[in-house]
């Protein structure tokens, strides 16, 4: 069966420090992988999508990147963050061409 | 691109009746309807979807249902419980599309 897994599951960081979100999907092969941010209290944001190895799509223009190294590897990094930078943020994957999306258990990212 | 809108914002029911949560889209192109509970903290799950050849769908307590002409969805949640109290994520993507569309999100309190 397929599993998503992200960590860390809450990180506090400093303003102007550096980030590296990971998710790994096991299981499946060339899955679509996305990572979303949730503010409090708010909405599902779409930052980033890859559809293979290399290929990613930015929705929304930040101090974000992502990258997809390998087939079912996807990170979130920052190179300075910002107070604006915290959120929820959620990793997940879906099976190319159908179905729902299968959520990670999210990292809870403050920045102080 | 495609506009999800979801209403109402909050809802709070007394346990044992039911809720409705409705949704409107924008892109006709959508053919691919999922809703998502999110509990406190937690990541958000898949609880039903509706495909646009199918009016109605049910899965013991939850139904959706799904008017294509006035491009709108809904979902329904009869004999509510407490364990039912979350955020409830209506999405619309096209099947093989690389993203879904998120409506803004419902907080239901199913009140004892």
């Known amino acids: 069966s397929q599993t998503i897994h992200q960590w860390p599951a809450t990180l506090v960081q400093p303003v102007g420090s550096p980030l590296s979100l990971e998710c790994t999907v096991e299981?499946?092969?060339?899955?679509?992988l996305y990572w979303y941010r949730q503010a409090a209290g708010r909405g599902l944001q779409l930052l980033f999508y890859?559809?293979?190895?290399?290929?990613i799509s930015s929705e929304v223009p930040q101090n974000l990147s992502a990258s997809r190294p390998q087939d079912r590897q996807f990170i979130l990094s920052s190179k300075k963050l910002l107070l604006s930078d915290s959120g929820f943020y959620l990793c997940?994957?879906?099976?190319?061409?159908?179905?729902?999306?299968?959520f990670g258990s999210g990292t809870r990212l403050t920045v102080v | 691109g495609e506009n999800v809108e979801q209403h109402p914002s909050t809802l709070s029911v007394q346990e044992g009746d039911s809720a409705v949560i409705k949704c409107t889209y924008s892109?006709?192109?959508?053919?691919?309807f999922p809703w998502y509970k999110q509990e406190l903290g937690k990541r958000p799950q898949l609880i039903i979807d509706?495909?646009?050849?199918?009016g109605e769908k049910k899965d013991q307590r939850i139904a959706v249902t799904l008017n294509k002409t006035a491009k709108h969805f809904s979902l329904h949640i009869t004999e509510t419980q407490p364990e039912d109290s979350a955020v409830y994520f209506c999405?619309?993507?096209?099947?093989?599309?690389?993203?879904?569309?998120f409506g803004t999100g419902t907080s239901l309190t199913v009140i004892p």
């Open positions: 997940a994957w879906r099976p190319t061409g159908a179905g729902g999306y299968t």
């Open positions: 299981g499946t092969s060339n899955p679509n």
């Open positions: 890859s559809v293979g190895i290399g290929q």
């Open positions: 892109d006709s192109a959508s053919n691919y």
């Open positions: 509706i495909r646009s050849n199918v």
């Open positions: 999405a619309a993507s096209i099947s093989a599309g690389n993203q879904f569309y």
